[in-house]
């Protein structure tokens, strides 16, 4: 079974020994031992949403390393988060998406309105089953839960996951008005209300409706 | 050792009378005490003509020397800095990821392109940079830039490691570099690009890796 | 050589942090910290009242918070009570409620100070909030802002914070700022450009104005901030303050001060 682990705070060390993971393309950094690389595209459990969903239009593409040995993925400096998934579901930005277990099944799920409000196109990646993920953010991400006493609010620029049994919904956050009380635009955020885990970066994205 | 690691993106050097320190021009931060820099177009033992050989392959970073009786901290773009203590040995890295280095030190350059065969000669192509490689051989501390920080890998004769050229920092010990390719990995980036390529040291030594596959 | 880049003084930089054992820390509505970092990159502020936020900075909440922009109605007493400078409005929010309100900057370190009865200068793109027992004002040096009263502020760095005591010279773009010491000098150091070498230098062309050139000299009793860059954080504007008779630099040299705001800088790794 193949072990994740961090080095350091920003790369992620994968052992394989005769097993595989999915991996963004191209973040592999270093690797010992033998291994093997394939590219994966369009086909197989809903990648052809990682592939084709970014509204940058620059397609994203996952590859397949089997071996044994070491293998080291690293994504522009970005802070690695670990993830075990014991069968529930996790969503997550597809930019933020960096390694799964090859055990793991990974989608797409429509996201309505928040998505929108990124620039992210629709459409968030989902990743189900029993295993390790492993998460990439602009500085680490800080883990909150979310209790049906204490909703949470996100600027959408700093989302990055969740799991768990949430509904989201947009919510206005302030009005801007000059101090010659003209309005000057508003800004959103996502609140997530039930049971569940959110995962927040220490920086955010350009967005459309955030800014506060 | 003369250099201090005071957080991870600044490096404290003291200089005392006699103990020279060079390095990359703007990369001072702060200084305290009576401290003089002067740019070297040398870099110090080099002499004009490696310097001139070195302008050719572009490997050409302005360097400054640093002189006098206080502490200078260095820090350069906001990247990360990582101290390595040389005790002798000699250490290979790109000239424009040196932050700063003790004069202590004896600098060279090397033909990449000699050891390998092509891999010098795609490593340019990959990097941008030339086919030369900057030697520090001695005693003495080296602060070397890295974006998101480096981590070391041990190479021992049963475990060679490969690394992507583009996250590639430095090495030191006695390693063997050479290009190679894993199965389906040039299927994977596209056939004649310089990325269809790793380098794979071997030997005993260290290795020292970015976590980016991002040039400085 | 004595003067040592110590460790920060009592009160001053973010906690340590034991390395990571076992999984992610999972935070919840009440085990935030209050107004202290959750990590170095994230603040908590405990939220009972009112805290000033420079815009875009929040990046979670629970609780029940408002936010207001500057000029809206209510909250006009509070602003004019801890705003004197002639801020751009549209860069600043007042938070308003109860809960906890996690602050951070583009990954940047982040760092809390606490003032009392005492006055900090800071640049005006490091400065993310501050509590309103704070009044902030305008410094004369071009692009910095001065904090006075009792309090605490948050502040973005790139690389933790060093504190250093004077007398020391500085590369002007690795000041955070400075506590308690009078305002710092210009220094230009000729030798640089002397000689053989420096002559070749200034027809070449070869490197450029630098730091080594030019330092802000520090004097007297105080302590300095430092971070790694030459990349400056984006500066925000600080706005213009009209010219008068004894001004210093004139009626064309008073305008702006920052960089303006908008814009966002390149990350910090």
Redesign the interface.
Known sequence: MALFRLQGSRVLAVDLTDDAVKARNGSMVAYTGKMTFKRLTGGGEGLRGLVTRRVTGESMTVMEVKGFGTCFFAESAAEINLVRLDGEKLYVEASNLLCTEATLRTGTSFTGLRGASEGHGLFTTTVEGSGQAALTSAGPAVVLRVTPQTPLSVDPGAYVAHTGNLRQHFQSGVNWRTFAGEASGEAFQIRFEGDGLVYVQPSERVTVGGQI | MAFTQ?????V?A?V?PGQVVFSQ?????????QV??????TGGQGGLGSMLGRRIAHEAV?L?TVEG???V?F???????HVVDLSGETLYVESDRLLAFEGSLEQGTMFMGSQGGVMGVIRGQVTGQGLFTTTLTGYGSVAVLA???V?E?PVTPQ??????PQ?YVAHRGDLRNRLST????R???GRGSG?SFQLELSGSGT?Y??????KL | MSQGFGPPPPGFGPPQYPPGAGGPVVHDAHTLPADDNVNPYTFSVHLDGQWFLQRGKMIAYYGQIDFHGLGHGPLDRLVASSFHSPLHAAQWVVAQGRGRMLLADRAFDINSYDLDQGNLTIRSGNLLAFSPGLALKQSIIPGFLTLIGTGKFVAASNGAVVFVEPPIRVDPQALVGWADCPSPCHHYDHSYLRGVLGGVRMLTGLGGLSGEEHQFEFAGAGQVLLQSSETLMDGIDTGSVPWEPGMPGGPEGMAGGGRGPGGRGPLPF
């Open positions: 005071l957080t991870s993106k600044m404290r003291d005392a021009r703007g990369a001072m931060l702060a200084y305290t005490g003089t820099f002067t740019p070297s177009i302005p400054m009786h206080g502490a901290m820090g350069h773009g906001g990247h990360h800095a974006h998101g920080g981590f890998l475990a060679a490691v490969h690394v992507d996250a894993a199965v389906g990995w299927e994977m980036v990325e290795v890796v970015q976590a980016s596959e991002e």
